[in-house]
């Protein structure tokens, strides 16, 4: 029902593991997809010593000139915890060789029944197949480090708009700059913070431990607040446009 497009900011060091942090706790009445889609290649498959296929590569080898909700989910698979997750190319050239199936991605991922996805877009750079799935977004979430170099380049992330969507920042960390600090830096909301944590993050990318550990962590505690923040903007969106398509008919 909702793309929310998950773009990383150089030198953000948990934008993935944030993404990902994020989906699984991601408790609305609706499902929730984890698309890996970052064009430089992913990491799940290697975190998770899962196998590329199913995933997006085998999508792109069958792909003709259509692409349908079930066969999304045909490509999908489930990460021990549970989260659904669309396994993105493994290296920078599979990335392109998925050549034209990138601009189908958007609309179908955008209107996947009963679901929300979250796309790990990766840093999205010019040029980018992944541009054309921003722009289908109904938010994007920018993930950067509270650094000086990480602040300077989300200023210069937020430069350049990819979508009409409304933008919402994800630290990592709030140090040295505090939330407040980088809004007012970067004049862009800051949505949430997600603090380092080495062991939850080592765990929600496959590494073993407890869950119920997981569940307590600082990590996973602040996704929980993410996602909150984050559905509560997608709905909003979902209601204004459809009350925009209802002008229109
Ligand atoms: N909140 C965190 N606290 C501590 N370590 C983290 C956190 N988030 C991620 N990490 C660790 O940092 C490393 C990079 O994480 P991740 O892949 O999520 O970053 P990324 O921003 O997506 O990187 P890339 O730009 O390469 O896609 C991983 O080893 C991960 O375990
Ligand atoms: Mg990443």
Redo the contacts with the bound molecule.
């Keep these: 029902m909702s793309l929310i497009a998950w773009v990383?900011v150089?030198?953000?060091?948990?934008?993935?593991?944030?993404?990902?942090?994020v989906a699984s706790v991601w408790r609305n009445a609706r499902k929730v997809l984890f698309a890996e889609l970052?064009p430089?290649g992913g990491?799940i498959a290697a975190r998770f010593a899962l196998t590329p296929d199913p995933g997006l590569v085998q999508m792109g080898a069958g792909f003709r000139h259509a692409l349908s909700a079930e066969e999304v989910w045909s490509h999908t698979q489930t990460l021990p915890g549970g989260v659904p997750v669309l396994v993105g190319p493994a290296s920078a050239q599979q990335g392109h060789a998925l050549g034209n199936l990138w601009e189908h991605l958007g609309p179908v991922l955008a209107t996947l029944p009963d679901t929300d996805v979250i796309a790990?877009c990766?840093?999205v750079q010019p040029g980018s197949p992944v541009l054309e799935l921003v722009a289908d977004a109904a938010i994007v979430v920018l993930?950067a480090r509270s650094t000086l170099d990480g602040v300077a380049h989300l200023r210069a992330r937020l430069a350049v708009p990819m979508s009409d969507a409304p933008v919402g920042v994800v630290l990592?960390?709030e140090r040295p700059y505090s939330a407040a600090e980088v809004e007012a830096a970067v004049a862009a909301k800051v949505i949430g913070v997600?603090?380092?944590?080495?062991r939850?993050?080592?765990m929600?990318?496959g590494e073993p431990g407890s869950p119920a550990a997981l569940n307590r962590s600082s990590?996973v505690r602040a996704a929980r607040d993410v996602a909150s923040a984050i559905a509560g903007v997608a709905r909003h969106q979902e209601t204004r446009n459809s009350a925009l398509a209802e002008q229109a008919s």
């Design positions: 990383g150089k030198g953000a060091g948990g934008a993935s593991t944030g993404g990902l942090a970052d430089a990491d790990d990766g840093r993930v990592i960390g997600l603090p380092r944590d080495d939850a993050a080592a929600l990318n990590l």
